[in-house]
């Protein structure tokens, strides 16, 4: 699922309602010009959002990642390489150099919107 997102004045942008995000599967949205992945979590219900980019392969293609946990920490692995990056912090459980970026996430209303600012 790819969205079309849309910024509010206070720099949330809102990407979807949440009952349309797959439990445990990604979703592309473009925020501030770059490609954010979004991932609904099933056991939890919390969501997550990171950089759409896999920076081992250069590939925008982590909305297509495998969602899971390792240690108890939710995770998504790249669908190219497999490297498992933390879905709450960006930092890459593989190689500690790379990471992610992790993006503001909350639910108001029922939509899912994302922060603008620095994560």
Same mark, same amino acid.
């Given at each position: 699922?790819? /969205?079309?997102?849309?910024?509010? /004045?206070?720099?949330?942008?809102? @990407?979807? *309602?949440? %009952?349309?995000l797959? #439990?445990? *599967?990604?979703?592309?949205?473009?925020?501030? =010009?770059?490609?954010?992945?979004?991932?609904?979590?099933?056991?939890?219900?919390?969501?997550?959002?990171? %950089? +759409?980019?896999?920076?081992? &392969? =250069?590939?925008?293609?982590?909305?297509?990642?495998?969602? $899971?946990?390792? $240690? $108890?920490? #939710?995770?998504?692995?790249? #669908?190219?390489h497999?490297?498992?990056?933390?879905?709450?912090?960006? +930092?890459?459980?593989?190689?500690?150099?790379? &990471?992610?970026?992790?993006? #503001?996430?909350?639910?108001? %209303?029922?939509?899912?919107? @994302? $922060? &603008? =600012?620095?994560?």
């Open positions: 699922m790819t /969205t079309t997102a849309t910024t509010t /004045t206070t720099g949330w942008t809102r @990407i979807c *309602r949440l %009952d349309a797959v #439990p445990d *599967r990604g979703a592309a949205a473009l925020v501030d =010009g770059r490609q954010v992945a979004v991932f609904r979590l099933g056991g939890s219900g919390d969501v997550h959002a990171v %950089d +759409h980019h896999d920076p081992f &392969s =250069g590939a925008n293609v982590m909305a297509r990642g495998l969602v $899971g946990s390792r $240690g $108890g920490v #939710p995770t998504v692995a790249s #669908p190219m497999k490297q498992t990056f933390d879905l709450a912090t960006g +930092h890459c459980l593989d190689d500690a150099s790379v &990471s992610l970026r992790s993006w #503001p996430v909350r639910v108001v %209303d029922g939509w899912v919107e @994302i $922060g &603008s =600012g620095t994560a």
